[in-house]
């Protein structure tokens, strides 16, 4: 058996979006999956997920061939057909609802199953050009990035290789070890040389572990936690003045706002000792080269993007941006200057078709008429990326309006997910080695394209050759259909001005890496008067602004546990799970061992729980059935719950998010997966 090294680009929902190195055993067949070493970020590194990719691209249950549904809804009864039946019935099923009730009853759904520009976006050029409702991507970033945007107005910041300068290391609401492991090489790379780690966390994950000092805030209460650090910072002399009136919007105002928000205040919100608030804020203040990264964790709550602002204030205060190995970051998003005009069709936008949040995807199968936004109900859904039966909040209601006969839904999907087994038709997709794709990422700044490696599996097709055989039979003429999808990258990368397909994949990528002064806004930030706002216009940021506090504190709207719901559940992600990708792999589940709840050690005892007893967790939207696991590092009022386990995988087959609530977050939406107040019971 002969075998080669093809550079590709890991396609998944993560910030690292590695380059990759694949052992091409066949023109059907792959071996192991290396990080690229030629791309400094990656350095040769891959996780653990990605390493065994062929146990996924070769799993015996990858779907196929196009099935139509021959069962009840959620059976996962299903005949095979071929490709022009499953098209055809699928434009005559959407021509209809169409016909009868107008384009925005169709609803194209999709997320991030691929990070890659074409087939994650694609799905767009036929939304707009078919005026079907558009869709608001509300899972991941549309609290954490108005959070950040309010202060520095845009999402750049320094090379995180730029830690191994640094003289302190503040992980903040990221489980580097488990969810981005090259962030955490580099970070241990400035310990060897001698920096103190600080991990902000509301558990001790595999990253606080390793760290000097672990806070662990209770969930959704950072903003009070970044005040008092800010209010010991001012009050003790770290705060750079200079800096402060070159650089920021009010700082004179902003510190008497935070005399009042002392480390005893904060204690009392937090559940972290005044001390050791005071403690961290002195060592961050101690010197300029303190280098913040930070996470969406601390933003999955109705508070989110607040407290995501009162963090990145900290770099402002004591002027850390000023040095290498100083600063924050939250995502090199804006560095990738990409014209997508042909990829998502934005020629043909008609701004009067509603956009619908994909979060409150239950409230809208189940008839809404506010998240419906007062238009005609969703009759028919598109879904290619994504598993929303898992993965969306209220996954209960998720599941009633799935299983609404008068709702037509097609899946484009690897597996028989959840989403799937609703399905009336479902197409077998291609994987990320078998087509072709454009890639950008927010962990670093290397635009990448990944070609195709190996033949296509079955009778799979990638998600842009579906939706070009189906523009076809909806009478939709977007000439991006008439492409193929290099023809798209290529056409894309010219339109940008950067290099060619080939030459980005000769070269593993093209460095978008802005000089220093850019990236630590020496230049000024990225607002309309260049400071850096700790006095934000939310209005300007989303449409739910109107409540929001003038400045950085503990804004107190979350769900806060009660008499009846004693405590706050998160679900983080876990290490060999990605979202619900890899849940279908023997080894990710074997490490996963099964859906656990970590419950801190005392409240165990107290319970009189040793661990893998089960408990019942719950609330008003439902209850779920799993195995306790005794834990230091938490508050005794705080659960968590590790991964997206899918529902067959709980004791009564309800999983994790039918606790977790739709509504959304301020000011811009957004799911609030670790806002959750809820009982455990023993006596199941």
């Known amino acids: 058996m002969c075998s080669e090294i093809v550079k590709s680009v890991c396609p998944h929902d993560c910030p690292s979006v590695c380059a990759l190195e694949v052992q091409k055993l066949s023109t059907s067949q792959i071996g192991k999956v290396n990080g690229s ?5 990656t350095n040769g590194l891959v996780c653990g997920k990605v390493a065994r990719y062929a146990e996924r691209l070769h799993h015996p249950d990858r779907l196929l061939y196009p099935m139509k549904r021959v069962g009840k809804k959620g059976e996962g009864k299903f005949a095979r057909i071929t490709w022009d039946e499953a098209l055809d019935e699928i434009a005559e099923r959407l021509l209809t609802v169409e016909k009868a009730l107008g384009s925005e009853a169709i ?53 995180v290789l730029e830690m191994e300068k640094s003289d302190v290391i503040v992980i903040w609401g990221l489980n580097a070890v488990s969810s981005q492991i090259h962030l955490m090489t580099h970070a241990l790379k400035g310990v060897k040389n001698g920096a103190k ?30 005040c008092a650090v800010m209010h010991v910072l001012f009050k003790e002399g770290f705060a750079d003045r200079d800096y402060l009136a070159e650089y920021t919007d ?50 999955r709550s109705r508070n989110g993007a607040h407290n995501m602002h009162a963090v990145t ?41 509603r956009t619908l949040d994909q979060s409150r995807i239950g409230e ?49 999907e690897q597996f028989m997910t959840e989403t799937a087994q609703y399905a009336d038709i479902v197409l077998p997709a291609t994987m990320f080695l078998e087509h072709d794709d454009l890639y950008t990422a927010s962990g670093h700044g290397t635009l990448q394209v990944g070609k195709k490696v190996i033949e296509t599996t079955g009778e799979c097709k990638s998600n842009h050759e579906v939706l070009s055989l189906l523009a076809k039979r909806l009478g939709a003429t977007h000439e991006g259909f008439e ?127 040793s661990d893998g007893d089960l408990v019942r967790i719950g609330n008003d939207r439902a209850s779920v059935v799993l195995n306790a696991v005794g834990v230091n590092g938490q508050h005794e009022d705080t659960l968590v719950v ?43």
Not at 37 to 41: D, L
Not at 527 to 532: G, I, L
Not at 569 to 574: K, M
Request: net charge neutral.
């Open 37 to 41: 070493r030629e791309n400094p970020f």
């Open 107 to 159: 609803w194209p759904f999709f997320y991030a199953g691929t990070m890659g520009h074409v087939m994650r976006d694609g799905i767009k050029r036929l939304t707009h050009e078919k005026r079907y409702s558009k869709m608001q991507g509300t899972y991941c970033v549309a609290l954490s990035s108005p959070g950040w945007n309010a202060g520095v107005g845009t999402q750049r910041g320094p090379n």
């Open 197 to 226: 780690l600080i991990v902000v966390d509301p558990y001790k994950n595999k990253t606080a572990e390793k760290a000097h000092l672990h806070l662990a805030p209770r969930p959704g209460t950072d903003g009070a936690l970044a």
């Open 250 to 299: 009010v700082p004179t105002e902003f510190e008497e706002h935070l005399k009042s928000k002392t480390p005893e205040w904060a204690e009392e919100i937090t559940g972290i000792p005044a001390h050791t608030i005071e403690a961290f804020a002195r060592l961050y203040g101690s010197t300029k080269k303190s280098f913040l990264r930070i996470g969406h964790g601390m933003t």
């Open 313 to 353: 204030c900290l770099p402002a205060v004591t002027g850390a941006w000023r040095v290498e190995g100083g600063g924050a970051l939250y995502s090199q998003g804006n560095l990738a200057s990409l014209d997508k005009t042909l990829i998502e069709g934005r020629d043909v936008i008609d701004e009067s078709v």
């Open 364 to 412: 809208i199968l189940c008839g809404s008429k506010e998240a419906l936004k007062n238009g005609p109900p969703v009759k028919a859904l598109f879904i290619q990326n994504t598993n929303p039966l898992s993965v969306a909040p209220d996954s209960e209601a998720v599941r009633k309006g799935f299983a609404r006969e008068d709702l037509f839904t097609c899946v484009h």
């Open 483 to 609: 492409k193929t999808a290099l023809e798209l990258i290529e056409e894309t990368l010219k339109a940008s001005g950067y290099p060619t397909a080939n030459e980005l994949v000769n070269k593993t990528g093209e460095d978008l890496y802005v000089d220093f002064d850019e990236a630590h806004f020496i230049n000024g930030f990225g607002t309309a008067d260049k400071k850096f706002h700790f006095k934000p216009d939310w209005s300007a940021l989303g449409p739910n602004a109107k409540d929001m506090p003038v400045f950085p504190d503990h804004w107190d709207v979350i769900d806060e546990k009660t008499v009846e719901r004693p405590f706050r559940l998160i679900t983080p992600p876990s290490q060999n799970f990605l979202n619900s990708s890899f849940t279908e792999t023997r080894t990710s589940r074997l490490k996963e061992r099964c859906p656990e709840v970590l419950v801190n050690n005392r409240i165990m005892r107290k319970l009189g729980l």
């Open 642 to 684: 590790e991964g997206i386990w899918p529902s067959s995988s709980f004791v009564e087959g309800r999983g994790i998010n039918s606790l977790t609530s739709s509504q959304p977050g301020y000011p811009n939406n957004g799911a609030v997966y670790h806002d959750t107040s809820v009982w455990m019971k023993v006596d199941l």
